[in-house]
């Protein structure tokens, strides 16, 4: 594997679910985030974890909780969501203590809440 | 992070080159200038950035005015492949703000 994968790619879930989204990167950086990006809409940054740590919490609802063992794998849990938290989710990593650091994205995990 | 402004929509003919323009007026000294594109429900691809000088790579040249104030993307021969939306943006301290971007269509 090559680059930032996301699993599972498409997910549908009732609002009573719980279910977990995962990214892992394979490029040795430091920084992953998650975003949100809903229809016709621009993405949105939900949180930021560097070496571990949480950085920013975008004022994401607690139904929303992420998770970052290590630096290469990031989760996001979700339960008791409601039907406009629909969107194409996205990862991304980068590395933060470059002069620049741009950020490679995963290809998204597709959810749909009924 | 400065504010960016983008047209919403812009066509191209396949094979000529795709001129794409972005104001950035608030920007600060040391902001770098990043651009990105994302192709229908993918993930946004990251094509080229720059702080002062103009920049090549395989994908795309990059061209900033000498004030910084704007800058324009050019996919030199744009193919059917490149339709896209095409975010510009102003980059400092890690955090990515994405605007609606430029929708590319590129036409046969």
């Known amino acids: 594997e090559t680059g930032v994968t996301q699993t599972p790619r498409h997910l549908v879930m009732g609002m009573t679910n719980k279910k977990s989204l995962k990214c892992e990167q394979h490029?040795?950086?430091?920084?992953m985030y998650w975003y949100k990006q809903s229809a016709k809409k621009p993405l949105e940054l939900m949180f930021v974890?560097?070496?571990?740590?949480?950085?920013e919490n975008n004022s994401v609802p607690s139904r929303f909780s992420p998770e970052c063992p290590n630096s290469s794998h990031l989760f996001l849990h979700l339960h008791t969501l409601q039907p406009e938290d629909s969107a194409l989710y996205l990862c991304?990593?980068?590395?933060?203590?470059?002069?620049?650091?741009?950020?490679?994205f995963g290809p998204g995990t597709r959810l749909t809440v009924l | 992070d400065a504010k960016t402004t983008q047209p919403t929509s812009m066509d191209c003919a396949e094979g000529r080159a795709a001129n794409l323009p972005c104001n950035h007026s608030t920007i600060s000294g040391n902001e770098y200038v990043y651009w990105y594109r994302q192709i229908h429900s993918q993930g946004p691809q990251y094509i080229i950035h720059?702080?002062?000088n103009n920049e090549t790579n395989e994908m795309a040249s990059l061209i900033i005015t000498e004030d910084r104030k704007s800058s324009t993307l050019i996919l030199p021969h744009a193919t059917l492949r490149d339709t896209a939306v095409y975010y510009c943006i102003g980059h400092q301290g890690g955090k990515l703000i994405f605007g609606q971007g430029t929708e590319l269509s590129v036409k046969p």
């Open positions: 720059g702080l002062k």
């Open positions: 991304a990593s980068s590395q933060v203590d470059r002069q620049y650091n741009e950020q490679f």
């Open positions: 490029l040795g950086h430091n920084a």
């Open positions: 974890y560097n070496f571990k740590e949480q950085t």
